[in-house]
């Protein structure tokens, strides 16, 4: 069957198709990786199938393509669609394009929303965070949040350690000292 596509278009239509191991995504994993952090990938079973789960924070990250989860677009009303630096709207067959681009914007908030419900911490990644010269601060805020979680998970345990001693120990030292009265 012979290939209609010029190679050009043949790109452009390849970077706009999901799939796993797309690029952004793998900065992400290499990053984590190289920085002592482990995942899983595309877990069955967690809505949405985030791009990346860490359970033992809690969490599921998501690597979003900038055009296809339509990042910083204008998403009420129909027309009114704007297009935003990294999103830009195709002109033919723009109705197909917005309905398109609001569909994945609405099943996405669905996925988080549902995940959150049950406990788990979201964090979406835009492709756009992940350029030469803004990923190292996009990923160190990723590990700030990562340690937040993985914090609140434990500080449960650690606070009713803490309360159980301090109950006992001034009731000690009170027995025996008076403070100076
Ligand atoms: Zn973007």
């Not at 920085?35 to 990250?61: E, F, Q």
């Not at 935003?84 to 996925?111: A, H, L, M, Y």
Request: overall charge positive.
């Amino acid at each position: 069957m012979p290939d209609r596509l010029t190679p050009t278009q043949r790109h452009t239509c390849m970077s706009h198709i999901h799939s796993r191991d797309t690029k952004p995504e793998l900065l992400v994993r290499r990053w984590l990786w190289s920085h002592g952090y482990r995942y899983r990938l595309n877990v069955k079973g967690v809505p949405g199938r985030p791009d990346i789960v860490m359970r033992p924070y809690h969490t599921a990250i998501f690597v979003n393509g900038c055009f296809w989860h339509g990042h910083n677009v204008e998403t009420h009303g129909r027309a009114s669609l704007q297009n935003s630096d990294c999103c830009k709207i195709p002109q033919t067959n723009r109705d197909f394009w917005v309905n398109k681009i609001r569909r994945n914007q609405e099943r996405d908030q669905q996925n988080y929303h549902i995940l959150q419900e049950n406990g788990w911490h979201v964090i979406v990644i835009w492709e756009c965070q992940l350029k030469p010269n803004s990923i190292k601060e996009t990923m160190l805020k990723v590990e700030t949040m990562l340690c937040d979680y993985f914090l609140a998970l434990h500080r449960p345990k650690i606070i009713s350690y803490a309360t159980t001693e301090d109950a006992e120990l001034p009731m000690a030292a009170e027995d025996s000292e008076d403070y100076g009265r």
